[in-house]
Each structure stands twice: as structure tokens, then as C-alpha cells.
């Protein structure tokens, strides 16, 4: 089996979301594999933007209730259009905060120690932030993180095994924080299996889907999660700074967040300005202050796509393309000593790929040079990350002939092999 470019360029024209390309600022001299820390910018998110401004432009104040999407609905409007995203119920998502700010608020509204029940389980490769977001919520509640947050270790630096988790759950832990996929590694976790077990043990779930949603399909819903927060600015292509996600299960309806703010309040009584708060009986009500119209505008224009195309064909042209794009690897530079770190069954890994070699930073910094846009993610990771919205075949096929290039050419030697500030 030799993968040629004849069979890419024949890929590419049976691909059958390849307009949707033309809907997005490509930079044409350059291949773009970075989509999971950043999504490209589209020409509908930039008229969803736009069309926001002519708002304030034209309404002022009335932006608020009236304009083709007035403000005081937004954020809700938009948790309606991402719910099929993971499978949610229309009221169970709701668009505000960060994904660090929104793990806080969930962690202060579901983090209930009770008796001997008062550790939270992360893993040991989770995101900095939410790691940092946990420790401070326990030290909030008198806990030391040291005793109190139970980190899964990883048994070879990349991935997490399940089992692991497993065996970590008992009757001493309140909460079970993961990400869906790994950031570095790609892994993606089995999150309807790990849920139930949780709920065995009585343990809360609660998932960072940055690296997953819009890439892959979640049953959110159906498969009890109790909540789940994400990012729109990676997969979703909001922009950076886009405002972030989350998902609270309709089960937990009726509690009230742990940090209360008037945008959480019942729409109907916000304007009571009373100092007795009203909760939204939705997932609205994890809203804490004003929502950034701006920031969350260019989201509608994007989820547009999303809604045209679905998360099934995206899922699966993904998995081809990384799949490919995993095959080319072994075919072209099987003598440069890479590794690939993510998993390589479609069940156990996210959208990304995820290369281990000893010189990742530099030969980062040389992709750059000659127009490959990967990132590098410490120890020695490149993540190489095609996106079914508008990755060409050919583009996967450049990118190893050129990684090929570097390589025998040792054209990342005339760089250091240190991370960038912004890596
Ligand atoms: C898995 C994961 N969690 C958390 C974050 C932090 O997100 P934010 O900076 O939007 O709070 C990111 C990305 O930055 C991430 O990839
Ligand atoms: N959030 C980011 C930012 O503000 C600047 C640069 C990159 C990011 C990222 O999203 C990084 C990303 N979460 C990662 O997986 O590493």
C-alpha cells in the first residue's frame, strides 16, 4: 500500500464537504494544521459579527430586545444551536464564560464534600487550567489539594488507562473531572462507560470538551453526564477569546449555582432588580454577569455550518484524514525515529495527531518557516490537527513531504529547540 498524490487530489474531489473551504479565510500559501487551538476565521462568522455591530450601530439600548438576535436571549439562542453538537436537550446549554471561568462556577455549584466524601479525581495530563481551577476551589473549601485532589497518573507519559480511573473511584471521592481528549495525546476517553461507573460509586462527572466538541459527536444527554464545559474557539472557529460552553444535565435542574450573578436570574425577573435571586429553571442559570455579545457573536455564524453538515460527516472525514495522515507518517519517515503518541483505533482517539520526537520544538519552528502551521506542546509533542471543515487530501500529502524535507535535510538544526512564548 503506497499512498500517492494522485489518490489525495482524487480524495479531495469526492469530498463531499469540500465547499465549505470557500467559506473560510484560507491563507493560501500556507497549510493551517493548528484548527485545536485555533479555528480559522469564516465568512459567516465574520457577517454574524458584523450584523452584531449594525445592531449597537442602529439600536443602542433596544439591541437588548430587539435586532434580528437581541442580546438578552443570545446566549441561550446560541446554547440551543450547539445542543445537537453534544446531544443535549436545548435548555441544558448555555454560551457564556470560559472554559476555565465555567469550570469554576461548576465546580462551585457541584463540589458538595460531605462526610468522608470529599475528594475530587482529575487525571495527571488534564489542562494546567482546570487542574489550577480545582486546587483553588478546594482550598475555597478548606481542603488541602495535596490529600484532596487525586490525580490518575499516566503509565507512559501520554495516555491515561482507563482502569486507572476505575480504581481510583470510591466512596471518599465527590467528583470526577476529565477531559474528553487528551490535549497533548489525542486520547479520547470512553465517556459514557466512565459516567456509569462513576454513578455507581455515587461520584458526580463532570467533562472539559474543548478538544472534542466539533470534532466529535457526544450523547451528553442520553449518557447522564452530569455537566460539561467547553471552548467555541478551537473546533467551533469563534475567534480568539470566543466565548466558551457548558452542558448541565436537566437531572440537576432546580440547584442553585454556586456563584449567582443577574444574568443567572429568571429572564422574566431580572428587571425586578430584587435582592432575592430568581434562578432560571435552565441551564441559563450557571450565567453570571453581561454577556459579550461580540465575542460570541462570530458563534452563530460558525454553528451555521455545523448545522448544514452535521457532526456525523465531520466525525468521519476526520477520522480518514487523520487516519491517512497517520499512515503517511509510517510511509515517509519511518527512518527519523517519530513517534505517534495518540491512539490509533478511531474509538480511542480525538482530531488530532499527535507526533513525539526529541527535536519537536525546532522542527515546529521549521514547519513555520517553510508555511505548516502545527503547535508544539511540551516535553516533545507536535500536534498536527486537520479539519474536516477545510483541510484538503493534498494539503495532509504537503505537509509530510515537507516534514520529510526537514528531516533529511536537518533543517530544524538552525533553530533552538525551545518552546515559543505562545507555542
Ligand atoms: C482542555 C482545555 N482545558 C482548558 C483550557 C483553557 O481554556 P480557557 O483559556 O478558554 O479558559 C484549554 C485551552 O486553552 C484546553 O484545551
Ligand atoms: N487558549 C489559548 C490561547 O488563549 C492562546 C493560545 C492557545 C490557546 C489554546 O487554546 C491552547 C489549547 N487549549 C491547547 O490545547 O493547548
Not at 470538551?209 to 451528553?220: D, L, P, T, Y
Not at 457548558?246 to 435542574?253: D, Y
Not at 449567582?260 to 429553571?281: L, R
Request: charged share 25%; aromatic share 10%; proline share 4%.
Amino acid at each position: 500500500m503506497n499512498i500517492t498524490f494522485e489518490e489525495m487530489k482524487q480524495w479531495d474531489s469526492k469530498d463531499e464537504l469540500k465547499d465549505f473551504r470557500k467559506e473560510f479565510y484560507i491563507n493560501e500559501n500556507s497549510i493551517y494544521l493548528d484548527g485545536n487551538s485555533l479555528g480559522l476565521l469564516s465568512k459567516r462568522a465574520e457577517q454574524a459579527l458584523l450584523d452584531m455591530l449594525e445592531s449597537w450601530k442602529n439600536l443602542g439600548i433596544d439591541g437588548w430586545m430587539k435586532g434580528k438576535n437581541p442580546w438578552f436571549y443570545f446566549a441561550e439562542k446560541l446554547g440551543e444551536l450547539s445542543a445537537p453538537l453534544v446531544g443535549a436537550r436545548k435548555e441544558e446549554v448555555i454560551v457564556t464564560g470560559s472554559t476555565t471561568s465555567n469550570l469554576h462556577q461548576l465546580l462551585a455549584t457541584f463540589y458538595e464534600p460531605n462526610g468522608r466524601r470529599t475528594k475530587i479525581v482529575a487525571d495527571a495530563l488534564n489542562f494546567p487550567s482546570d487542574i489550577y481551577a480545582i486546587q483553588s476551589m478546594l482550598k475555597l473549601k478548606g481542603y488541602d489539594p495535596s490529600e484532596h485532589l487525586v490525580q490518575v497518573e499516566s503509565r507512559d507519559g501520554r495516555l491515561i488507562d482507563e482502569q486507572d480511573i476505575l480504581f481510583s473511584l470510591n466512596e471518599e471521592v465527590a467528583l470526577l473531572i476529565l477531559p474528553t481528549v487528551l490535549y497533548r495525546s489525542g486520547q479520547l476517553l470512553d465517556i459514557q462507560k466512565i459516567t456509569q461507573e462513576a454513578h455507581k460509586h455515587g461520584i458526580l462527572v463532570g467533562w472539559d470538551g474543548c478538544h472534542s466538541v466539533g470534532a466529535i459527536a457526544h450523547q451528553f444527554h442520553d449518557w447522564e453526564v452530569d455537566f460539561a464545559y467547553w471552548c467555541n474557539y478551537k473546533y467551533l472557529n469563534a475567534g480568539p477569546g470566543g466565548v466558551g460552553a457548558l452542558f448541565v444535565h436537566e437531572k440537576h435542574f432546580g440547584r442553585t449555582p454556586g456563584l449567582t450573578g443577574w444574568f443567572g436570574s429568571k429572564k422574566e425577573k431580572q428587571f425586578d432588580m430584587e435582592h432575592h435571586f430568581t434562578p432560571a429553571e435552565t441551564s441559563g442559570t450557571y450565567q453570571i454577569g453581561t454577556p459579550h455579545i461580540f465575542s460570541m457573536a462570530p458563534l452563530l455564524g460558525s454553528l451555521g455550518m455545523f448545522d448544514e453538515v452535521g457532526m456525523e460527516k465531520i466525525r468521519k472525514k476526520s477520522l480518514h484524514q487523520t487516519r491517512i495522515l497517520m499512515d503517511l507518517i509510517e510511509q515517509e519517515l519511518s527512518e527519523y525515529h517519530f513517534v505517534i503518541a495518540n491512539p490509533t483505533e478511531d474509538a480511542r482517539r480525538g482530531g488530532h495527531v499527535s507526533l513525539e520526537h526529541p527535536e519537536a520544538a525546532r522542527i515546529c519552528k521549521s514547519l513555520k518557516e517553510y508555511g505548516v502551521v502545527p503547535d508544539f506542546r511540551k516535553p516533545s509533542i507536535i500536534r498536527l490537527a486537520p479539519v474536516a471543515l477545510y483541510t484538503t487530501y493534498e494539503e495532509i500529502f504537503q505537509t509530510i513531504e515537507i516534514l520529510k524535507k526537514i528531516m533529511k535535510e536537518k533543517h530544524y538544526e538552525k533553530f533552538s529547540n525551545e518552546r515559543e512564548v505562545v507555542a
